[in-house]
């Protein structure tokens, strides 16, 4: 692509709601939305520093609440076995001792680069601290990668300690400048505990977490004590949670109890559908259950809750092409969300649990947005149209160009 070039106007774009609006930028905010007649032929030149998106429909830029950038499109090279989290985890912990911080970076940022792509303006990774000599190769490959993307992508780091890392580790990775404290407790032998020790370390560094929680359909559900440890946090200090499987299987007593919880520490849920999907009920061959969080329940209480694609192409999920519309497709047909539900949870769900400004075709909002050659939100999620035009702050920072060719 050429140099990024800010634009001061978005020409005959088509929103949701079947508007077709001409939108006006400055200093990467929306300044104006004006409903426009639906035209096919214009008849004034496009200017330099307009686009033209008459054909396509104008969204809220996504934003990819949980990724594993250090571990994406790694699955042809280990070539793991297929089945659930346990057999996940031991394969991609065999091989990390075979990474260097070169070999991280580069599918890192293939993965970026796909996710920038398909129109994601935002997105939080998770990074390992990986067993071996050298725990930080992956804080260093993604803290690399994360300056490479100023001014194109937001970018944000989750130290994903295991039960088994040290607390120096952890310390090492805040040092080198990962955002957040993350972990896996449901894993740990006591759950709580190690919970207990992630917050600490937050409390401590006065940074936010975003935990793996609950990630089985069965055991001891840990996100009431989650959310309860950090109900007296400051205001916008992040805490969020990333699959909560097992509330999806919660009886609605326990459910409620959660919610009200939940609620009450402004603590962000975060579904992964196409991984959760994948790796839960294996033991179930018959009436096997979603390996979904309870989406209907914390959306109509008002909990905030975004989706993401979690892993791509690794041995957590060997499929997953790291689009948004893929993520949203999935919690229409696994989740039961409506096709607006869907949309805004990677869209403005995730950008308020990653703690970001809310974009889109709003006065004051920020210009990050996602055209896809398409009229409505139903025909783009279903479809998936590849030929797309990406815009972060008001630049063009992604388009994609599609030629159709076919004998009848």
């Not at 090279?77 to 091989?95: E, F, K, N, T, V």
């Not at 805490?239 to 962000?268: F, I, P, W």
């Not at 979690?310 to 993520?327: K, M």
């Not at 607006?340 to 703690?355: F, H, I, N, T």
């Amino acid at each position: 692509m050429p140099e990024i070039q800010k634009l001061a106007r978005l020409l005959g774009a088509t929103l949701p709601d079947g508007r077709t609006v001409d939108v006006g930028l400055a200093d990467g905010v929306v300044s104006t939305v004006t409903t426009v007649e639906p035209t096919t032929l214009r008849t004034t030149p496009v200017q330099d520093d307009e686009l033209d998106l008459t054909g396509f429909l104008l969204l809220t830029a996504p934003a990819e609440p949980h990724a594993h950038l250090d571990k994406a499109l790694s699955w042809d090279r280990i070539a793991p076995p297929m089945g659930d989290l346990g057999l996940a985890i031991a394969s991609w912990r065999a091989h990390t001792y075979t990474m260097t911080a070169e070999s991280i970076l580069e599918r890192a940022t293939a993965a970026a680069r796909m996710m920038l792509l398909n129109g994601t303006t935002a997105v939080r990774t998770h990074v390992d601290l990986l067993a071996g000599p050298e725990p930080l190769r992956g804080v260093e490959a993604l803290t690399t990668l994360r300056e490479r993307l100023r001014g194109v992508m937001e970018f944000q780091i989750t130290a994903l300690a295991a039960p088994d890392t040290p607390d120096e580790i952890v310390d090492a990775a805040l040092d080198l400048g990962v955002d957040l404290v993350g972990g896996a407790p449901h894993l740990a032998a006591d759950p709580i505990a190690d919970l207990d020790r992630l917050l600490a370390i937050a409390e401590r560094r006065g940074v936010g977490t975003d935990i793996h929680t609950d990630e089985s359909l069965h055991g001891e559900p840990t996100l009431v004590h989650y959310a309860k440890a950090v109900q007296g946090w400051p205001q916008g200090r992040i805490r969020s949670a990333g699959h909560c499987v097992r509330q999806g299987t919660l009886e609605t007593a326990d459910l409620m109890t959660t919610v009200e919880a939940v609620l009450a520490a402004d603590l962000g849920i975060i579904s992964l559908p196409i991984t959760n999907l994948y790796l839960q009920g294996w033991e179930h061959p018959v009436s096997t259950p979603r390996g979904l969080t309870a989406l209907r329940t914390f959306l109509d209480a008002g909990a905030k809750v975004a989706g993401g694609a979690d892993n791509v192409r690794d041995p957590f999920n060997p499929v997953g092409r790291g689009d948004a519309l893929e993520t949203a497709s999935l919690l229409v047909t696994a989740g039961h969300l409506t096709l607006d539900e869907a949309y805004q949870a990677v869209s403005g769900g995730a950008r308020a649990v990653l703690g970001l400004a809310p974009a889109g075709a709003e006065p004051g909002a920020v210009a990050d947005f996602l055209a896809v050659r398409g009229t409505t939100l139903g025909e783009v999620v279903a479809a998936a149209p590849a030929e797309r035009v990406v815009l972060h702050r008001g630049a063009v920072v992604a388009r994609t160009s599609v030629v159709h060719e076919t004998s009848f």
